[in-house]
């Protein structure tokens, strides 16, 4: 079974502006090597709105947040940009909703490299890594949450999401040292 990494939201404005995002950058720098040598499939997945706004979701308070917070989150910034290495082999996706599933090619380009294994990883965990998890589930992939290559403003939401949600859902959790390409 081909296996993909999808890191999702780590991003120079976000990692700039949101302190508990940095704290991925390590465990994931250290693993993207070690991905691409196994063969695993590495997808950025990236969010931002369009400048004029014309996708932003009318009467919704935490996206008007995130849009007016300038060019961090605007589609044209350098706050958008993937604060990771990315490899010529790399697929970029850009998303604009919590999930990197939504409103993406990202199920079509995997689907095309016959993946049916997922490592989820970014920022944050009670948004974007549990929206793309449960999304990863119902188009049947078997996913895989690597602990500490997520992370939350809320650290008990965090845990709470790595120790109970995750497992009862059936995903795996494991930190980014001890995954490698789907075998622990």
């Known amino acids: 079974?081909?296996?993909?990494?999808?890191?999702?939201?780590?991003?120079?404005?976000?990692?700039?502006?949101?302190?508990?995002?940095?704290?991925?950058?390590?465990?994931?720098?250290?693993?993207?090597?070690?991905?691409?040598?196994?063969?695993?499939?590495?997808?950025?997945?990236?969010?931002?709105?369009?400048?004029?706004?014309?996708?932003?979701?009318?009467?919704?308070a935490l996206y008007r947040t995130f849009y007016d917070a300038g060019d961090t989150f605007h589609e044209s910034s350098a706050g958008i940009e993937i604060d990771l290495p990315v490899a010529d082999e790399d697929v970029v996706v850009l998303k604009r909703r919590a999930s990197a599933f939504a409103g993406t090619d990202l199920d079509l380009v995997l689907r095309a490299r016959g993946v049916?294994?997922?490592?989820?990883?970014?920022?944050?965990?009670?948004?974007?890594?549990?929206?793309?998890?449960?999304?990863?589930?119902?188009?049947?992939?078997?996913?895989?949450?690597?602990?500490?290559?997520?992370?939350?403003?809320?650290?008990a939401m965090h845990d709470f999401f790595m120790d109970a949600v995750f497992p009862s859902r059936g995903f795996e959790v494991v930190p980014c040292a001890g995954w490698h390409g789907g075998r622990v």
């Open 1 to 60: 079974m081909t296996t993909a990494l999808i890191i999702g939201d780590v991003q120079r404005g976000i990692t700039g502006g949101y302190p508990f995002a940095g704290q991925v950058l390590p465990p994931l720098t250290e693993l993207l090597p070690r991905a691409r040598a196994a063969g695993v499939l590495v997808v950025f997945v990236h969010f931002a709105f369009r400048d004029n706004g014309a996708d932003l979701p009318p009467g919704d």
């Open 116 to 155: 049916g294994a997922l490592a989820v990883a970014g920022v944050a965990t009670s948004a974007m890594v549990a929206a793309t998890c449960y999304d990863a589930a119902d188009r049947g992939y078997r996913v895989t949450v690597l602990r500490d290559g997520c992370a939350d403003g809320d650290q």
